[in-house]
């Protein structure tokens, strides 16, 4: 996130400048205000719910979901045990948490450690998908939503039937091995039927859900006992066919160590990998392989949901309606959580502070923008001091060089406040840096910006040439959306303004209006087009530029809505970002 405070000063050569003071109290509203953006990633969305369709026009024209299935596909044609392999990862990511895919965070102690997940699969899957959908549109599609679809896709292609994927998910913090408390398939089902309700999902959809068994897999260890010692009885369970009891023997005899031959869930053979009702036929017969798949067919709780939907036709619909509540469990959405650049790591903090105080008009040579960018703090220490540092104390955190915003000597023209790791060496290694180097930024970025006292004049252009203006006052904001060209124009020529601005990048970046103007010769372009229906021109904002005299800042006055190329001692002022 990046910030900037800037105060636009008017140039009259018959009036003597106004001092400008700012108290305190309203100084630290400003970065109150600033700060509290910190919080917001505008590069992600800013959708309040789950909705279909999320990413349609976001990812640069591509379809996010088309490119999902395209993964999944591939995979499942040359492996079609990977459709069991997602939807699972999917069920033990929301069910643990919510569906934020803190499952997919690596860790010695994340939910990857936890032993019901050690057998979990499909991670390679989400990272192809990811790895193509961040270089159709990086920073916008979620690991979280990329489960999502990716369990759908395997649904359709295990021949389940499509359903429609809300999307909108943003992607967790936390991942922890102790947090996982899935459902053990030894419980009852009223032990299951309470652990799925915590997490809002009722005995219906639960019985549902456990219909995803139907292409599921497992292995011995979890069953031997029904087969050899059921309940310490030395005998196996009587509630599962004798038949398949012997069957299974073969395969887990009793004291192997050893779970290589996975075992189907659906013990019809012939519908091992399709996506139906089978599965409830199974368990009616006694051939369930998991105590809580055969409790289904038994519990007077759940044997009639078991018997309509092994009769019935209608298990595809409601399997997939229920694969929809449980990806709405305790997500991330808004400003919640982040869009993982890569869904194995958290997204390492970057952000950079701004603080300028400039006069208009003032010609200045042009300097390369300077970054001052902080990343993850050594976890090994509270904070990094320098070598000549013995003792630190207080003043080593204190900076006050600032003091001057709360002064009587307000400054009263072109100021440049620094306050970088140089100046601040405690911000060595901390997620905070500042500089002063009021221009634009090459990087795509949200703007909030928001006027603390004076009077000014933001607008921005949009990708159909239309101009937004608004005249703001103090306590007003403006938002900038990203990529634009935008400007702040002082409408008071005797007294100065001071704004914050907060950006929706840790890496804005800063370029001159005079660097990205005349390099691309916009005036052999049609700019006449550049105009709002309040016939500000545009293109004369570009005139106005003299390429020709090197790289100083020129001024730009407004007169009833007309802009022309005014001299060095315009009372007003504009500058321009790109």
């Given amino acids: 996130m990046d910030i900037f405070i800037s105060s636009a000063f008017g140039n009259s050569q018959k009036k003597k400048e106004k001092k400008m003071k700012i108290s305190a109290a309203v100084v630290a509203a400003a970065f109150s205000l600033a700060f509290s953006f910190i919080l917001v990633n505008f590069t992600g969305q800013c959708d309040a719910a789950l909705q279909q369709g999320f990413y349609k026009g976001k990812c640069n024209s591509q379809d996010v979901e088309a490119i999902v299935a395209s993964v999944v596909k591939r995979r499942f044609n040359d492996k079609p045990r990977v459709a069991a392999g997602l939807i699972r990862l999917f069920f033990h990511d929301c069910f643990v948490n919510g569906c934020d895919a803190s499952i997919l965070l690596d860790g010695d102690s994340s939910e990857k450690t936890a032993p019901p997940n050690l057998s979990v699969s499909g991670y390679d899957v989400i990272d192809e998908a990811k790895g193509l959908l961040e270089e159709a549109c990086a920073g916008v599609v ?20 499509r359903y429609e994927v809300q999307t909108g998910r943003r992607d967790g913090f936390v991942s922890l091995a102790s947090n996982v408390d899935l459902p053990s398939p030894r419980f009852s089902v009223s032990q299951s039927a309470d652990a799925f309700a915590k997490k809002g999902i009722g005995l219906t959809d ?122 709405a469990v305790d997500v991330l959405t808004d400003s919640q959580g982040e869009i993982r650049e890569s869904c194995h790591l958290k997204n390492k903090p970057r952000s950079t502070f701004l603080f300028g105080f400039f006069r208009p008009c003032l010609r200045l040579p042009l300097r390369k923008p300077q970054m001052v960018l902080s990343g993850y703090a050594d976890i090994t220490s509270d904070f990094l001091a320098p070598q000549d540092v013995n003792n630190a ?29 140089a100046e601040v060496p405690a911000l060595n290694r901390h997620s905070v840096s500042c500089f002063n180097q009021p221009s634009p930024h090459p990087s795509p970025t949200a703007e909030l910006f928001f006027l603390v006292a004076g009077s000014l004049e933001p607008g921005f252009v949009d990708t159909t040439n239309k101009l937004f203006t608004q005249s703001l006052q103090a306590g007003d904001m403006f938002v900038f959306p990203k990529g634009l060209v935008h400007f702040q124009y002082n409408v008071d020529a005797n007294n100065p303004a001071l704004a914050v601005s907060a950006f929706g990048s840790g890496n804005a970046g800063t370029v001159t209006s005079q660097d990205s103007i005349c390099p691309l010769n916009l005036h052999g372009h049609n700019t006449t087009q550049l105009k709002s229906e309040n016939n500000f021109n545009v293109h004369k ?35 321009i970002f790109t």
């Fill in 206 to 327: 639960m019985v549902l859900l456990l219909g995803g068994h139907t292409i599921g897999f497992t292995n011995c260890s979890l069953f031997r006992d029904r087969l050899y010692n059921f309940d310490n009885t030395g005998k196996p369970d009587p509630t599962m066919d004798p038949l398949l009891v012997t069957k299974l023997r073969l395969i887990c005899p009793r004291n192997s160590p050893a779970d290589r031959t996975p075992v189907s869930l659906d013990q019809n053979l012939a519908s091992t990998f399709i996506v139906d009702n089978s599965f409830y036929n199974q368990i009616r017969l006694g051939r369930g392989i998991l105590q809580i798949d055969q409790a289904l067919a038994l519990d007077p709780l759940t044997k009639n949901t078991v018997a309509s939907l092994a009769n019935g036709n209608d298990f595809l619909a409601r399997f997939g309606q229920a694969m929809v509540k449980l990806g």
């Fill in 142 to 161: 979620s690991c979280a939503d990329i489960i999502a679809l990716a369990a759908r896709d395997a649904v359709q292609l295990s021949g389940g039937g």
């Fill in 541 to 575: 904002v570009f005139n106005s530029f003299n390429c020709s005299v090197g790289y100083e800042e020129q001024c730009l006055r407004q007169d009833k809505g007309h802009s022309e190329v005014p001299t060095t001692t315009s009372t007003k002022s504009l500058v």
């Fill in 393 to 421: 104390d207080g003043n080593f955190f204190t900076f006050t060089g600032m003091q001057v915003l709360v002064g009587e000597d307000f400054p009263k023209k072109f100021t440049i406040l620094k306050a970088s790791m």
